[in-house]
């Protein structure tokens, strides 16, 4: 079993940075793609961006050029440093490991005030 724990979320203003962490501890994994999601009140939760094991990372147009999506392996954390934040960018935002198995995280909430 793994275990996902995120942190680093809070309250920013507009236009204000915050870095979110990962932790993945438990059993040894293989994965394909580490992954961040988000999800604001009322709505879906929706893909954010994408780290796949060959180091390429894909983005959600919403964030592209303002998220960048990393990887700590010696430490066994992913992290989502996040620019130039709009109140829009306001969520719950969740990691995940996708591969043999799926595990997710319980999730950090980010508020951006305006």
């Known amino acids: 079993q793994v275990q996902l724990v995120e942190s680093g979320g809070g309250l920013v203003q507009a236009g204000g940075s915050l870095r979110l962490s990962c932790a993945a501890s438990?059993?040894?994994?293989?994965?394909?793609?580490m992954a961040w999601h988000r999800q604001a009140p009322g709505k879906q939760r929706e893909w954010v961006a994408t780290?796949?094991?060959?180091?390429?990372?894909n983005y959600a147009d919403s964030v592209k050029g303002r998220f960048t999506i990393s990887r700590d392996v010696a430490k066994n954390t992913l992290y989502l440093q996040m620019n130039s934040l709009k109140p829009e960018d306001t969520a719950r935002y969740y990691c995940?490991?996708?591969?043999?198995?799926?595990?997710w995280g319980q999730g950090t909430q980010v508020t951006v005030s305006s």
């Open positions: 995940a490991i996708f591969g043999g198995n799926n595990y």
């Open positions: 438990g059993s040894s994994f293989s994965f394909n793609a």
């Open positions: 780290l796949i094991t060959d180091g390429r990372t």
